[in-house]
């Protein structure tokens, strides 16, 4: 074999030059790593539905005005049933007098209890027969059946003519079941220790022309007594005023978002010409400005909030989310500042500034090119964290009652109206709570996503 | 605890940016790629569940450690041993000067602790105090005090006591906002406006056991009004002696009541101990009556009461149903007093055109109000001024006079309105202030009126809430246009309402002046024929409804829950309430 035969001239390659796959920005590379973390991702969706459903959420067809009051379903929780029967009219009711028979004590229990009419919604009328000797009455209704322990319920009022033996009671009557129990009352109006009780199942109502008003029939034309009709549908139920609680998380969501993002973007942008400036500049220029910042860092949040309203002259039923914003922007911009400064600090000193410097780069030039970029991420990771810290902020501003102004609703302010009755109706608190709870969630893990995309040491350790 | 959670989110900000910036080096890595191998979505749910275990954890060792420390302050609510019972006080007293006092809760323990020439017993009957007995006739009125009535450093409670009392409170200097109560007295008026000496007041003590007071004009009710608490006496050598200090705590309060103050914490307690130098102590069946809270959180005082820590705890709508649910035996309560929307009348202001204030009367529907949104038992539709309960000449004076019917009528009230607008020469109306409490209960009314403004009239309401003390002051200033406002009763009389709108009462806080209704006032001040003053009530009545001077909101009534061992507790509308004077224990 020739050994010359062994060695072949290799062919060029002309391949090694080409880049077999696109080059990734910074960008993109950003985004892919993004969206290969299915926590941030989620987040991020539900961050954008909840844009959705704050800007496009008050226009669908089922969702109703925020501060309309329905009063004939107050606190319904979602789901509750909406049959409603047409009826007349209320008109007051004279009620039942009799001749009051005389006689002495001891006293005894109304032979019996009956029901004037249906009860409704709109009324319960009672009446009894007349006790011997009494001198009033005292009605009691109760959820449930006063015996074993004679639970007579809540007292609701005494009749203290003996002639009369009825009683109308229209107070906040629910379609349900209820005992009224009636007492005789002895001279010196004592209560007798004996009791009637009458058990009665109210029905849901509406007039014809409550019905039309509210949009649930055409016209009253349409409508006969005894109908039924579905009253308007409150998809997450109502709260103490009878308002939809969709309506009010949407309209809330408006207050705390636009809080939640345009205080952190102020005073982050504030932050980043303060932080850049004292970095860049550096020496004694950068200490007076720092030692300032240190200086903002130490004046008290909620005391700066009320000094603003009073400035401002923000009185009672004035919103108060201007001076909230002002005193934000003006007290959370060091913590960008000491951020943007640290970053540009340490860039100054790299290598490749230097280059720059050497080949003539003039200083605008160096901080557009070189050292915004580069800041970019950490910036943007700030923001993303600033957000929920402020939606919280202006959700417990309100809570105390120092943001909005009634009856614009935010979620803070819901849950200080919804806790109120926690142990009732508990969806008046949960809901806005949940709502709260969610949304900091998720721009917090949107952050963290963030945080791993775009900080460009992360990726040499995956 | 909430400021220094809440204060600085600029704190939170700068903590998330420092792990920012030392990203390089992960802090989670460790604990990714411990469970790696469970997946992102089953490890976000495994860190949920921890995290609500740790919380459930640290809630229960909370609970645990408040049971530790908070367990030994109070013991039962209701002790037969010590004959104590256990209270929560709404809010404190800022002061017990009774020449000064002006609010119920001053009112309350100074109706335990002091004694007026008469009071009200457990039926609500005028009966003797420090005064044994009493003429009231013409324009001169004479009490005899009783030998035995006693301060509580043991000297006896004198005539010269009451004079002093009365003019402490009609000085100029002492500025009190009761001094009205007074004027019935001869020179009253003029005292307390400065153009006479105190010297000048027509009450003179004849003898140590023998008050006679000269009245202005004769006046049927007189001896119902000294039982209210700025007619109180006090001992000048303890006034002066305490040198500014009368009634700032519980040693700078001289006694001659039912009870003495043991032990006054500012802001934390209240302790109230039979006093043995009053006259009637046998009467006293309670030993001590403490309160040991001093919170206005219906909330909080339903659940010490559910924990057996208080005796007595008042319940709101919210509170009501759980209340049903524990089946326990509810009480009802009318307090007398009348809550309405008051309009402000200075010319300045929209609200004095009457035909806004006509078509702002017929929206409101007080039935929806009280069904729909108070919900709470014993609150009644206001239809008048006038509450119920008030006497007439024979029997009740709204069942001898009605209220004039009141019906909602939207299409007059749009007629109304666009005179209104005419007149005014305002299309739209700019927004109105509302002036309203800061309280739940006023929230949610606010709320709804504005609701029921804007809907059913158009109107744009801006609601200002205030405090108490605030709201009186923007309210005796005029900054508002509509203000939630209510009136209690001082005195058993219809004149305690009949007045509340005469041009000249410093309460008629909106500046409603109408010569018809003075008159009306005057008649009723000082005639002596009940069926006149009666008519003279009727006539305020129709004014206040015809002019729609205010709008009847409801009569407010309360529902409590009692310790069933408790007996004896008197409510009442007019005079000390919740009287607990009469109360006792029963064994069980």
Redesign the interface.
């Known amino acids: 074999m020739n050994a010359a035969l062994s060695f072949r001239p290799i062919v060029a390659e002309r391949d090694v030059e080409v880049i077999s796959r696109p080059s990734l920005s910074y960008w993109r590379d950003a985004w892919i790593r993004l969206k290969a973390n299915r926590r941030a991702l989620v987040s991020l969706y539900i961050v954008i539905a909840l844009g959705l459903f704050t800007v496009v959420g008050p226009w669908l067809p089922f969702v109703p005005n925020h501060s309309a009051q329905d009063l004939d379903q107050i606190s319904s929780p979602p789901g509750a049933d909406r049959t409603a029967t047409i009826v007349e009219p209320y008109v007051p009711w004279s009620g039942v007098t009799v001749n009051a028979p005389g006689g002495q004590a001891p006293l005894e229990a109304p032979a019996s209890v009956s029901l004037a009419g249906e009860a409704t919604t709109q009324a319960v009328r009672i009446f009894w027969d007349p006790v011997r000797g009494a001198h009033g009455y005292r009605i009691y209704r109760n959820i449930a059946h006063p015996a074993p322990d004679d639970a007579l319920g809540m007292p609701l009022a005494d009749v203290l003519v003996p002639s009369r033996v009825s009683f109308e009671d229209r107070l906040d009557i629910k379609p349900q079941e209820y005992f009224y129990s009636v007492v005789p009352l002895d001279r010196n109006g004592r209560e007798a220790p004996v009791y009637a009780t009458l058990d009665v199942s109210a029905i849901r109502v509406i007039t014809a022309e409550e019905a039309v008003k509210r949009g649930l029939a055409g016209s009253t034309a349409d409508l006969a007594i005894g109908d039924q009709v579905e009253l308007k549908l409150h998809v997450l139920g109502t709260d103490y005023l009878g308002r939809d609680m969709l309506a009010r998380l949407m309209h809330g969501a408006r207050v705390s978002l636009f809080i939640g993002i345009v205080a952190p973007f102020l005073f982050i942008l504030v932050g980043i010409l303060y932080g850049s400036a004292a970095g860049f500049v550096g020496g004694r220029v950068d200490q007076v400005l720092m030692r300032f910042a240190d200086f903002v860092v130490a004046l008290p949040f909620l005391l700066f909030m009320i000094l603003f309203r009073i400035l401002f002259k923000i009185e009672g039923g004035d919103s108060g989310i201007a001076p909230m914003l002002i005193a934000m922007v003006i007290l959370s911009w060091p913590a960008a500042a000491r951020l943007v400064r640290g970053q540009i600090l340490q860039i100054r000193e790299e290598g490749y500034i230097s280059a720059s410097r050497l080949l003539g780069a003039k200083t605008p030039y160096l901080v557009l090119r070189h050292m915004i970029p580069n800041t970019m991420g950490v910036i943007l990771v700030t923001i993303t964290f600033a957000v929920p810290s402020a939606i919280f902020t202006e959700a417990f501003l309100s809570f105390i009652g120092m943001g909005v102004a009634p009856p614009t609703p935010s979620w803070g302010s819901m849950c200080n109206e919804g806790i109120k009755t926690m142990l009732t109706y508990p969806h008046e608190l949960i809901f806005p709570a949940l709502f709260i709870s969610i949304t900091v969630l998720a721009f917090n893990l949107l952050g963290d996503g963030l945080r791993d995309a775009l900080d460009a040491r992360m990726r040499s350790q995956e | 605890m909430?400021?220094s959670s809440?204060?600085?989110?600029?704190a939170?900000?700068?903590a998330?940016?420092g792990a920012?910036?030392v990203?390089?080096v992960?802090t989670g890595?460790g604990s990714r790629s411990g469970i790696a191998w469970l997946g992102?979505?089953s490890q976000?749910f495994i860190l949920s569940v921890l995290g609500i275990g740790a919380f459930v954890l640290l809630m229960m060792l909370l609970s645990f450690v408040s049971e530790l420390f908070g367990g030994g302050g109070a013991g039962e609510a209701v002790d037969p041993g010590t004959g104590t019972i256990t209270l929560a006080l709404s809010t404190e007293p800022p002061q017990l000067d009774s020449t000064r006092a002006t609010d119920m809760v001053s009112g309350q323990i100074l109706g335990h602790v002091m004694e007026g020439l008469v009071r009200y017993d457990e039926?609500d009957r005028i009966v003797p105090g420090v005064a044994e007995r009493w003429e009231v006739g013409g324009s001169e009125a004479v009490f005899h005090l009783r030998d035995d009535s006693r301060w509580s450093d043991g000297t006896p409670v004198t005539a010269h006591d009451f004079v002093f009392a009365w003019r402490k409170a009609v000085e100029p200097a002492t500025a009190s906002q009761y001094a009205f109560i007074l004027y019935p007295i001869k020179n009253a008026r003029a005292v307390n406006n400065g153009e006479l000496p105190v010297t000048a007041l027509g009450a003179t003590a004849v003898d140590e056991l023998t008050l006679e007071v000269r009245l202005e004009r004769p006046i049927g009710y007189f001896d119902k009004l000294v039982a209210f608490p700025t007619y109180y006496p006090i001992k000048q050598a303890f006034y002066e002696g305490r040198d500014g200090r009368y009634g700032a705590d519980a040693v700078d309060l001289l006694y001659n009541g039912p009870f003495v103050i043991e032990r006054w914490v500012h802001g934390a307690q209240l302790r109230m101990s039979r006093n043995d130098e009053y006259w009637d102590h046998e009467r006293i069946r309670l030993n001590t009556i403490d309160y040991a809270y001093i919170t206005s959180d219906v909330?909080a005082t339903l659940n010490l009461y559910k924990d057996g820590k208080v005796a007595v705890a008042g319940l709101d709508?919210?509170?009501?149903?759980?209340?049903?649910?524990q089946?326990?035996?509810?009480?009802?309560f009318n307090d007398g007093s009348v809550f309405f929307i008051e309009f402000n009348h200075r010319p300045s202001r929209l609200t004095s055109n009457r035909n806004l204030r006509k078509a702002i009367q017929f929206v409101l529907d007080p039935?929806?109000l009280?069904?729909?949104?108070i919900?709470l038992?014993?609150n009644t539709p206001g239809e008048s001024l006038f509450p119920v309960w008030l006497k007439g000449v024979n029997g009740y004076f709204r069942q001898e006079y009605p209220a004039p019917e009141h019906r909602v009528d939207l299409a007059r009230a749009h007629d109304y309105l666009e005179r209104a607008k005419q007149e005014l020469g305002l299309d739209p109306l700019p927004p109105l202030?509302?002036?309203s409490g800061?309280n739940?209960a006023a929230?949610?009314q606010?709320?709804?009126f504005?609701?029921v403004f804007?809907?059913r009239l158009g109107i744009e309401v801006?609601?200002?809430?205030?405090i108490f003390k605030q709201r009186l002051a923007k309210m005796t200033s005029g900054d508002f246009d509509m203000v939630l406002a209510g009136w209690g009763p001082d005195y058993a009389d219809p004149l305690t309402f009949g007045d509340l709108f005469a041009s000249w009462n410093k309460n008629n806080r909106g500046e409603y002046a109408n010569s018809v209704l003075d008159g009306w006032v005057e008649v009723a001040q000082s005639s002596l024929v009940p069926e006149e003053r009666m008519r003279a009530f009727d006539e305020i009545q129709k004014i206040i409804y015809d002019d729609a001077v205010i709008l009847p909101n409801y009569e407010r009534g309360s529902?409590f829950v009692r310790n069933p061992r408790l007996e004896g507790v008197v409510r009442r509308a007019v005079g000390t309430d919740p009287d607990y004077t009469n109360a006792y224990i029963v064994d069980g």
Do not use: C
């Not at chain 2, 809440?6 to 600029?10: H, K, Q, R, T, Y």
């Not at chain 2, 709508?317 to 649910?325: K, M, R, S």
């Open positions: 909430t400021t809440s204060d600085n989110p600029g939170r900000g700068r998330v940016a920012a910036s990203a390089g992960p890595q992102e979505g976000l039926f909330n709508a919210e509170t009501l149903h759980d209340a049903l649910e089946r326990w035996k509810l009480e009802r039935a929806e009280v069904y729909k949104v919900k038992p014993g202030i509302f002036l800061d739940p929230n949610k606010s709320e709804y504005q609701e804007a809907s801006k609601i200002d809430r205030q529902v």
